[in-house]
């Protein structure tokens, strides 16, 4: 089950309190005070794993709370201390305080560990105690309590792709296309519920993480629909890749206008990443003209349709390409406009290495 979110309290452990005890032993008359120290309670520790993916294991739970120190003991020896709480998280997970909103942790590294509350120190025995004045002290510390937080996790999925889009416009069967992911496809509206993780090889020796999230809808960023929920999933992504329906009854332009709006509305530092634009379900084309609706979409933008072909584009179609020969790498254009057809595979593998190249851009 795929879980981004949790709410609990987490609490550190008590230090054991300390030990009032009296040396006692054979031919030593009047030994004295020799109780020991309380063991410290334990700290708390979020750490990264990319093993796993998903916040289930918080699922349901409201309390995380650390041991507690032991007790010390006579002949001056220390309580135990406790072990420390290690709460496993998936990269890209925020530590947030649930009661200020104050983010504490923003973990992204695999292997990361970081102490959000640190235990109780433990109580000092009464052999700390004696002195000229007092020579048998039965006085000792109580350990000091224990830390608690109420905390919220959040998940943000790391990639390096996100795929933006109406419902069923082909998100899902591209990634299953070019990557390992396999997640459900069918023919209505909202399949995906939850994001998908692939990886995309490219050549032998290089690939990228794309991510396939649920289907955004006019006013998304206000909270219709799933939109919401899941566009801080491709907060963190490098780029997006706009997935427009060539065969939906929306236009291709109307399409594209309300997907970059509700992203700006979102964020606009979101908005302001390297993207690019594929059109989709070209094999569903139903229209009159499909290479004149193409070249009408990319004149709309305020683009020109393109004939260099370093990505190897399927020459069937027009397309766009931002050309970096004598210039930088302009983000406020698209990367590059490409009809493809997951169905088909067209320009399917093209596509892989022109996201590849801009994620190069990005470096």
């Known amino acids: 089950m795929f879980i981004d979110s949790a709410r609990f309290n987490v609490s550190s452990g008590k230090g054991g309190q300390g030990c009032a005890s009296f040396r006692r032993e054979k031919f030593v008359v009047k030994g004295g005070p020799d109780g020991g120290d309380g063991g410290k309670g334990g700290d ?12 289930s294991n918080y699922k349901g739970r409201k309390v995380f709370k650390a041991d507690n120190g032991k007790q010390g003991m006579a002949s001056r020896m220390t309580g135990k201390s406790a072990d420390h709480l290690v709460l496993i998280v998936p ?3 925020q530590v947030i305080d649930d009661d200020s909103g104050e983010i504490l942790f923003d973990l992204v590294t695999e292997g990361e560990k970081v102490r959000i509350l640190e235990g109780g120190k433990g109580g000092l025995g009464n052999v700390h105690f004696k002195n000229s004045r007092n020579q048998r002290p039965t006085y000792f510390q109580p ?3 224990g830390l608690s937080q109420n905390i919220r996790l959040e998940l943000k999925l790391i990639a390096d792709v996100g795929l933006v889009g109406y419902p069923n416009v082909g998100k899902s069967t591209l990634i299953s296309t070019t990557s390992n992911a396999n997640p459900e496809i069918a023919n209505y509206e909202f399949t995906t519920l939850t994001p998908k993780l692939g990886v995309v090889e490219v050549g032998d020796y290089n690939s990228f993480v794309m991510a396939d999230i649920p289907g955004i809808i006019d006013g998304a960023a206000d909270g219709r629909g799933l939109g919401l929920e899941f566009l801080k999933h491709i907060e963190r992504t490098k780029t997006l890749l706009f997935m427009v329906d060539v065969a939906n009854y929306r236009t291709m332009i109307d399409q594209y206008n309300v997907l970059k709006e509700e992203v700006a509305k979102f964020s606009t530092e979101l908005s302001g ?15 009159e003209d499909l290479e004149a609706d193409i070249k009408q979409f990319i004149s709309d933008i305020g683009l020109e349709c393109t004939t260099s072909n370093e990505f190897g584009f399927d020459k069937d179609y027009p397309y ?23 169905v088909t595979r067209k320009n399917t593998k093209s596509i892989t290495f022109a996201l590849y190249n801009l994620l190069e851009q990005n470096k």
């Open 143 to 145: 350990g000091l309590p």
């Open 91 to 93: 990269p890209g997970t």
């Open 320 to 342: 766009y390409v931002q050309d970096l020969t004598y210039s930088r790498f302009d983000n406020s254009k698209p990367f590059f406009v490409l009809p493809i057809s997951s």
């Open 273 to 287: 990443r390297n993207y690019a634009i594929a059109l989709s379900k070209i094999d569903g084309y139903y229209g």
């Open 44 to 55: 708390v520790y979020f750490l990264v794993d990319s093993n796993t993916d998903t916040l």
